[in-house]
């Protein structure tokens, strides 16, 4: 159900991604912890993602996601420490099965859908304008009773 594409456009890489996957779960005979999961199948780049994400949260920090890969990185933050979805803002959701079920998962909608499956973070570049640009409206637009504007009938 999760095993996409990608970024190949031909679709040939699926079976070899699938059976990669089936192999790796097979041979994997130790508990189902998140520690666990991460330590058997995730990248050192995942689990620094899954840190970061942590501490940013600690900290209180705004933490954009894009992508299957990220969105599946907070997932595991969140199986970790939950709230830290509260500082989460979606930029893209993919055009990948998995990464629509994930977003689904933790009850999250993107702020753009537009397929894109490139791997890059190219989604969350083009949400970012429109993160800055609500930042700016809340934090810098004029407020009717500060421009001594009045009720109208």
Not at 10 to 32: D, F, T
Not at 93 to 102: D, R, T
Not at 130 to 137: G, I, K, Q
């Amino acid at each position: 159900e999760c095993v996409g594409r990608g970024s190949d456009a031909s679709g040939n890489i699926v079976p070899h991604k699938l059976q990669v996957l089936q192999e790796c779960v097979a041979r994997y005979k130790g508990p189902e912890g998140v520690w666990e999961i991460m330590r058997e199948f995730g990248g050192y780049e995942m689990v620094a993602a899954v840190g970061g994400m942590l501490a940013a949260a600690e900290q209180r920090m705004v933490i954009l996601i894009d992508g299957f890969i990220m969105t599946a990185c907070l997932y595991a933050a969140s199986l970790i420490a939950p709230h830290v979805v509260q500082y989460c803002i979606f930029g893209h959701q993919g055009a990948e099965h998995g990464h629509q079920e994930l977003l689904r998962k933790l009850g999250a909608r993107a702020l753009l859908q537009l397929d894109l499956r490139l791997g890059e973070g190219s989604g969350a570049v083009c949400a970012y304008p429109l993160v800055d640009s609500a930042v700016r409206m809340l934090s810098e637009m004029g407020q009717f009773q500060k421009a001594k504007v009045t009720k109208y009938f």
